[in-house]
C-alpha cells in the first residue's frame, strides 16, 4: 500500500499570538481616519476655505449644492454652508473634546479616592456619584444652563459637570478590583506610596477600561451639544453650529433639504467614527 504523498503547497503560518494581540481591527483604523480627518479638517479649515461663515448674501439665498462656487450651498440668508460646517466642526470638537476630559478628570479622581478604603471619604464619594446618576443628564445640563449661561466655558463646565459619575463608577469597580489583586496587596506591604501604588500599578490596568470610555463618551458629548445648540441653548446666539443650523432647517425641508442633509450627515458621521473607535478598543481589549 503505497504512502500518500505529501502536499505541495505548504500552509501558510498563522501570525504568532504575541503580534496578532497587536493587530489593530479595522473599526479602530476607520475611526482614527475619520476623527483624524474632521481634526485635519477643523484646523485647516479656514485656511483652505476663507469664507466668513457669517456673511449674508440676501441675493444667493437657498442655492443647491454646487452652484455659483457654493460647494455645499447656502442657507435660508446666503451664507455658504460649507463655511457653516466647517465653523461648527470646530466648536462641535473643541466643546466635545474639552468636556470629556472635563468628565474624565474629575471622575477618575474622584473614583480613585473612592476605591482606596472604607473611609467617610470614600462613602461620601459613592453616594455623591449615586445622587448625581438619579438625574437625567440632559435635563440637567439644559437646568444649568440657566444658571452658567451660554459660551463655551459654560457647555463645556455643564457637560462635565454632569457626566462626570459615568468615570466614576466604572473606575470605583475597576480600581477597586485592581486593589485587591495580590501584587498590588504585596507592593502595598513593602510601604510603597499611595501614589506610586496608583501610578504603577492601577493607572496602567484602568488604561483599557478608560479609552473605550473616552471613545464613546466623546460620541455622546457631541450628540449632547448638537441638541444644546438645537435648542438654542449652550452657543451664543448668532454662532455657527451644527445643533442651529439643524434647528433653521426645519422650515424649509422641502423647498432646501440639503440644510437638513449637510449637518445631519456631519453629525452622523463623526459619532459614527468615536463609537467605531470606541467598539475597535473595546473588542481589542476583550
Not at 422650515?251 to 459619532?271: E, G, I, M, N, T
Amino acid at each position: 500500500m503505497s504512502a500518500v504523498a505529501p502536499s505541495r503547497t505548504a500552509p501558510v503560518p498563522a501570525a504568532p499570538a504575541a503580534w496578532r494581540g497587536w493587530l489593530p481591527r479595522w473599526e479602530i483604523g476607520a475611526g482614527l481616519v475619520l476623527v483624524v480627518g474632521f481634526a485635519a479638517l477643523a484646523l485647516a479649515g479656514p485656511a483652505l476655505f476663507d469664507v466668513d461663515p457669517r456673511y449674508v448674501r440676501l441675493d444667493a439665498r437657498l442655492l443647491p449644492p454646487l452652484s455659483e462656487g457654493h460647494t455645499l450651498g447656502t442657507d435660508q440668508l446666503g451664507r455658504d454652508l460649507l463655511a457653516r460646517l466647517l465653523a461648527g466642526l470646530r466648536w462641535s470638537l473643541a466643546t466635545a473634546l474639552c468636556a470629556t476630559l472635563l468628565a474624565f478628570a474629575i471622575g477618575t479622581t474622584l473614583g480613585l479616592l473612592a476605591a482606596r478604603g472604607d473611609s467617610w471619604l470614600a462613602t461620601a464619594i459613592r453616594q455623591v456619584t449615586a445622587f448625581a446618576q438619579s438625574f437625567p443628564v440632559f435635563v440637567l445640563a439644559v437646568s444649568l444652563v440657566a444658571v452658567l449661561g451660554n459660551g463655551f466655558v459654560a457647555v463645556v463646565a455643564i457637560l462635565g459637570l454632569v457626566t462626570w459619575p459615568v468615570f466614576c463608577r466604572v473606575v470605583i469597580a475597576e480600581a477597586g478590583s485592581l486593589l485587591a489583586r495580590e501584587y498590588v496587596l504585596a507592593a502595598g506591604m513593602l510601604q510603597m506610596s499611595p501614589w506610586r501604588l496608583y501610578t504603577r500599578h492601577v493607572l496602567p490596568g484602568l488604561l483599557p477600561s478608560l479609552s473605550v470610555l473616552l471613545a464613546f463618551h466623546f460620541g455622546d458629548m457631541l450628540i449632547a451639544e448638537s441638541a444644546l445648540s438645537f435648542l438654542g441653548i449652550g452657543a451664543p446666539l448668532g454662532s455657527s453650529t451644527w445643533g442651529s443650523m439643524l434647528s433653521e432647517s426645519r422650515a424649509y425641508l422641502v423647498s432646501a433639504p440639503w440644510l437638513l442633509l449637510v449637518p445631519a450627515a456631519a453629525v452622523v458621521l463623526l459619532v459614527t467614527a468615536a463609537n467605531l473607535l470606541g467598539d475597535g478598543l473595546r473588542r481589542r481589549y476583550q
